[in-house]
């Protein structure tokens, strides 16, 4: 997740931040909000709405540095939290109010089959990763692109080491069985 | 037990390359977006307004009125104040009409006489060599 060069541990960033260093909401800023970004296009699958909630995210970070307490949690762990929980809220809303705004599953065959370069093949398992269940999907993405530990995930996802190791398998499964019966297409052999 | 097969050593390295190309493709947040998260962040630091000096003063004095009660309490205060200035100033004889402290004392005393005496016999001439005889 760490983008920036900056030496500084984000305990001691959110110490200055809340000091009023502007260098310290600089590097936080570069350091955090592109792995927060990631995580909510993942889960909404649309960039606007992506972007308001990994903004609303990286707020309640700002209003919580003055209070936060150095050790307690890792700052990221903390944040991918919160993104999580105000997707799932934004998902659990976009359903109760209307079905019919659910993006069906994409058909994977014969698009992904027709593609044979390396940015088709991402749009292919990105394409793939979109039709699993929204909780494969999240620690999908926690453990292969923002690169966490399956115990952090356990934190972030407020469930047990088990339970992700579970979810993981079954995503990985299922990613298999859509993209891996077409090797040749997608250029894998 | 799991209930999904795990997958093959083949099929984890198939994967695992389109792991890689999905992350080397993963758009970067825009200029935009990283602007707004700055914006709030600028804005989030920005220090509540200090009061002036003039403000805090005139805080202080409300917030010492109020202590003392208003303005009953401050009027008896100033009132009091205000005794015991001209007292000072003037002298206790000016201002209860005595020429000196020692009045004051010997006035005290003869009406403290008077209420002691409870048969009112201060008037009364007598001589006691005539209960001897």
């Known amino acids: ?44 699958g649309n960039q606007a709405e992506a972007e308001d909630v990994a903004q609303e995210a990286m707020l309640r970070l700002w209003k919580v540095a003055p209070d936060w307490q150095p050790g307690r949690a890792q700052v990221s762990t903390w944040l991918y939290r919160v993104t999580s929980n105000l997707c799932t809220d934004r998902l659990r809303k976009k359903r109760t109010t ?16 027709a593609r044979m370069q390396a940015r088709d093949r991402a749009q292919a398992m990105n394409a793939a990763i979109a039709t699993l269940p929204d909780r494969q999907r999240e620690a999908l993405q926690l453990r292969h692109f923002e690169d966490l530990s399956n ?39 | 037990m799991p209930d999904f097969d795990k997958l093959t050593p083949q099929e984890t390295q198939a994967l695992d390359a389109l792991f890689d190309d999905a992350r080397a493709h993963d758009q970067p947040p825009s200029r935009q977006f990283l602007d707004r998260v700055m914006d709030d962040a600028l804005a989030a630091q920005t220090p509540p307004a200090q009061p002036d000096a003039t403000r805090r003063l005139r805080d202080r004095i409300f917030d010492l009125f109020a202590q003392l009660g208003g303005l009953p309490g401050a009027s008896l205060i100033a009132a009091c104040a205000l005794f015991g200035l001209t007292m000072g100033y003037a002298g206790p004889d000016q201002i209860l009409g005595l020429s000196s402290l020692s009045d004051l004392s010997a006035a005290a005393q003869t009406d403290l006489d008077a209420e002691l005496d409870m048969f009112q016999t201060s008037d009364l001439s007598f001589d006691e060599s005539e209960l001897l005889q």
Request: glycine share 4%; aromatic share 2%.
């Open chain 1, 1 to 44: 997740m760490a983008f920036d060069a900056t030496p500084q541990s984000d305990d001691d960033l959110m110490s200055e931040f809340a000091r009023g260093n502007q260098a310290a909401a600089r590097s936080l800023t570069t350091r955090l909000a592109p792995g927060v970004l990631r995580l909510a296009r993942r889960m909404l």
């Open chain 1, 98 to 113: 209307n079905l019919d705004d659910i993006p069906e599953p994409l058909d994977d065959a014969p698009s992904v089959t």
């Open chain 1, 151 to 189: 115990i952090e995930i356990a934190v972030i996802m407020d469930t047990s080491v088990e339970a992700i190791e579970s979810l993981l398998g079954r995503a990985k499964r299922s990613l298999a069985d859509k993209l891996l019966n077409q090797r040749e297409t997608l250029g894998l052999d």
